[in-house]
T-cell receptor, first 110, second 111 residues
Framework: GQQVMQIPQYQHVQEGEDFTTYCNSS?????IQWYKQRPGGHPVFLIQ?????EVKKQKRLTFQFGEAKKNSSLHITATQTTDVGTYFC??????????FGTGTSLTVIP | EAQVTQNPRYLITVTGKKLTVTCSQN?????MSWYRQDPGLGLRQIYY???????DKGDVPEGYKVSRKEKRNFPLILESPSPNQTSLYFC??????????FGQGTRLTVV
């Protein structure tokens, strides 16, 4: 299957610091989706990027899709304790095939 | 309320005893999938379905079966569970390649 690599695997930040997770692929991605999974919860869809170089924002979250459509990033400004969880990227292919990255687990220290 | 409902939420079973995990969605989505989540491995797709009576293997289908007789339901069947199928399972539905809606998860332990 597709290989979507995600780094880092874990990240601890002090509350108020910024956080970034990266998704990389060796092949061109059709799109990139981002999900958040709170501890003990289920993945929740955040956003989808489709166009080369696309940037979207949701409050303190900024999502970018690389110009070559081989990488993506999620940046959180001034983290809060509510940001705790695991963030996954995924490529969604026609026919409901989704390839998920391994996730980045974010811990926010108050 | 739009949702994907899985049952049971927790299950402990013995090796070889057939079990079914049910999944139902109320959003009239064409697409449904099953995933397993294991530490360090992320979410891996087991099976997916594009519509009624249309199913296909994902990345890790061995030891699992699915059926899609109705649009809203997509049960996951383990005919002869083994300990390496101990995992957290998620059902999801979506419309096309739009974001997927996930169920609450089923934590399965096979002893």
């Amino acid at each position: 299957g597709q290989q979507v690599m995600q780094i880092p695997q874990y990240q601890h930040v002090q509350e108020g610091e910024d956080f970034t997770t990266y998704c990389n692929s060796s092949t061109t991605l059709s799109n990139i989706q981002w999900y958040k999974q709170r501890p003990g919860g289920h993945p929740v869809f955040l956003i989808q990027l489709v166009k080369s170089g696309e940037v979207k924002k949701q409050k303190r979250l900024t999502f970018q899709f690389g110009e070559a459509k081989k990488n993506s990033s999620l940046h959180i400004t001034a983290t809060q304790t509510t940001d705790v969880g695991t963030y996954f990227c995924a490529e969604g292919l026609f026919g409901n095939q989704f390839y998920f990255g391994t996730g980045t687990s974010l811990t926010v220290i108050p | 309320e739009a949702q994907v409902t899985q049952n049971p939420r927790y299950l402990i079973t013995v090796t070889g005893k057939k079990l079914t995990v049910t999944c139902s969605q109320n959003m009239n989505h064409e697409y449904m999938s099953w995933y397993r989540q294991d530490p360090g491995l992320g979410l891996r797709q087991i099976y997916y379905s594009m519509n009624v009576e249309v199913t296909d293997k994902g990345d890790v289908p061995e030891g699992y079966k699915v059926s899609r007789k109705e649009k809203r339901n997509f049960p996951l069947i383990l005919e002869s569970p083994s300990p390496n199928q101990t995992s957290l399972y998620f059902c999801a539905s979506s419309r096309g390649t739009e974001g997927a809606f996930f169920g609450q998860g089923t934590r399965l332990t096979v002893v």
